[in-house]
């Protein structure tokens, strides 16, 4: 289950940072990316990072390549977007392709990524999962908050 085992510490400003973050969002389904960027604005401003930059492109497959581009230039990237299975085998590919790329990015550049990119079954899947009145979920918040405390414990380590 989804949600289940979420820590309960709440997200505050914290001395060590993060202080920018960088957002690849997909177009695709946009009143669910609005939730799901409303979600990754609030944890953002609930943990005090200053500078956020929203880089919007055409789907989560182009979500990882523009979430390399901000891991160069911001201390925590997440990368969000909506996949709905289909009749196709389209959906098993973008999906493995946003993962990867996410985790990909990550590692080759040293920065924490969230990943909130939504892979579901069905449309009130992801509407449950996407945050805003009535969800059970906000994966925005969820994947913006995984990015910070990953940050803020990698800096805790001895340099």
């Known amino acids: 289950m989804a949600g289940h085992g979420t820590p309960t510490t709440p997200l505050t400003p914290a001395a060590d940072g993060p202080r920018s973050l960088g957002i690849a969002a997909a177009s695709w389904h946009a009143a669910l990316m609005d939730r799901l960027l409303d979600g990754a604005r609030r944890a953002a401003a609930n943990a005090g990072v ?77 509407e449950a999962r996407a945050g805003g009145p009535g969800a059970d979920e906000d994966a925005g918040y969820a994947a913006t908050e995984a990015a910070i405390r990953t940050f803020r414990a990698l800096a805790s380590l001895p340099q």
């Open 50 to 126: 200053d500078q956020v930059t929203v880089v919007r492109v055409p789907g989560s497959f182009e979500v990882p390549v523009a979430a390399q581009a901000l891991a160069r230039t911001h201390d925590v990237v997440v990368g969000l977007g909506v996949v709905v299975r289909g009749e196709t085998s389209h959906f098993e590919y973008i999906s493995a392709a946003a993962t990867e790329g996410l985790a990909r990015v990550a590692l080759d550049e040293s920065t924490p990524v969230g990943n909130g990119v939504l892979t579901v079954n069905t449309m009130a899947q992801a």
